[in-house]
């Protein structure tokens, strides 16, 4: 279970957020909305243990996500906004090195299945500076299905940039991990259809 409690997030003099609490559970889905400018990507942040909140908490399994270190990344997968990918690779190659780069033994062809199955399949072998910034983001979500999956996934605008066929199969994917035990924290200001409840914390102006 991931915790956060009391977080509150300033950038210099503009308070962002302010005590902010949550409960993240096996199986659940957490959508995070608010205007741009408002901290959801912050709060991402602060919740990947990547920057530190002004006030507050955040605990997975019930251990500050901080004291944990390493152990606490070894159970996330996050992706954020920047696609981290090498111009100079193809989507094959920078998938295994993302992958390597986490310590988690993927095979070639489990990487390969994984890129088909976002769609990508003529352009296994291309340089990625030639792909597009919508199959650029596809290369980094072909990461979410792949085997060991890690239980809490943190999500930046994960549908930003894709066409429906991709979102579809993206929504499933999401709901397979919840289903396998996983959960899912995201944000997006798409309006996405999910098969299940999914729960809602809003930082905007206002919000309780």
């Not at 650029?136 to 990461?143: D, I, K, P």
């Not at 899912?184 to 999914?198: G, K, M, N, S, Y």
Request: proline share 5%.
């Amino acid at each position: 279970m991931l915790e956060a409690q009391g977080l509150t997030c300033s950038k210099g003099t503009l308070l962002l957020f302010e005590d902010v609490s949550f409960q993240l559970c096996a199986g659940q889905l957490l959508r995070v909305t608010a205007p741009n400018g408002h901290g959801k990507t912050s709060l991402l942040r602060i919740l990947c243990g990547l920057a530190h909140a002004d006030a507050g908490t955040v605990c997975w399994r019930g251990a500050d996500i901080h004291r944990l270190g390493p152990a606490y990344r070894q159970h996330l997968l996050y992706l954020g906004h920047a696609d981290a990918l090498a111009d100079s690779l193809t989507p094959l190659e920078n998938l295994r090195f993302l992958c390597q780069a986490q310590a988690d033994a993927v095979s070639a062809a489990a990487c390969r299945d994984a890129l088909c199955r976002m769609g990508l399949a003529a352009m296994l072998d291309l340089p990625t500076r030639l792909l597009s910034r919508g199959q650029r983001r596809r290369v980094m979500l072909a990461r979410l299905s792949l085997r060991p999956a890690r239980p809490l996934w943190i999500l930046d605008e994960p549908f930003n940039l894709l066409d429906a066929a991709t979102v579809a199969a993206l929504t499933r994917t999401l709901a397979n991990h919840c289903d396998n035990g996983g959960c899912v924290l995201l944000t997006t200001h798409q309006e996405v259809a999910f098969d299940r409840p999914v729960r809602t914390l809003d930082l905007g102006p206002g919000a309780p």
